[in-house]
């Protein structure tokens, strides 16, 4: 059964920072190009950062992001992490990892509130 738990979200302050995880079981997590993706209130899904299967290849899709947000992995321990700081009340959404293509079933999702 494919389980995708995202933790470490939570309420911050402008400019702080968090740390959110992803355990993933169910698939062979070391052959997937994995992502953070998030969806704030009343917007559609978006995918913020990408990592390959070996993580040589990075890659954020928001520009929004760029600088502050960085994705990493450990395939021993099939997680994935989105280290996030310099964060804005923009930030504010429910994060979720998946795979960046084929998706498993998604997670519950962890939520990110940024106060000004």
């Known amino acids: 059964q494919v389980q995708l738990a995202e933790s470490g979200g939570g309420l911050v302050q402008a400019g702080g920072s968090l740390r959110l995880s992803c355990a993933v079981s169910?698939?062979?997590?070391?052959?997937?190009?994995m992502g953070w993706y998030r969806q704030a209130p009343g917007k559609q899904r978006e995918l913020v950062a990408g990592?390959?299967?070996?993580?040589?290849?990075?890659?954020n899709y928001a520009d929004s992001v760029k600088g502050r947000f960085t994705i990493s992995r450990d395939n021993a321990k099939n997680t994935v992490y989105l280290q996030m700081n310099s964060l804005k009340p923009e930030d504010t959404a429910v994060y979720y990892c998946?795979?960046?293509?084929?998706?498993?079933?998604w997670g519950q999702g962890t939520q990110v509130t940024v106060s000004s």
């Open positions: 998946n795979k960046l293509s084929n998706f498993a079933s």
């Open positions: 990592i390959s299967r070996i993580g040589s290849v990075v890659t």
């Open positions: 169910g698939f062979t997590f070391s052959t997937s190009a």
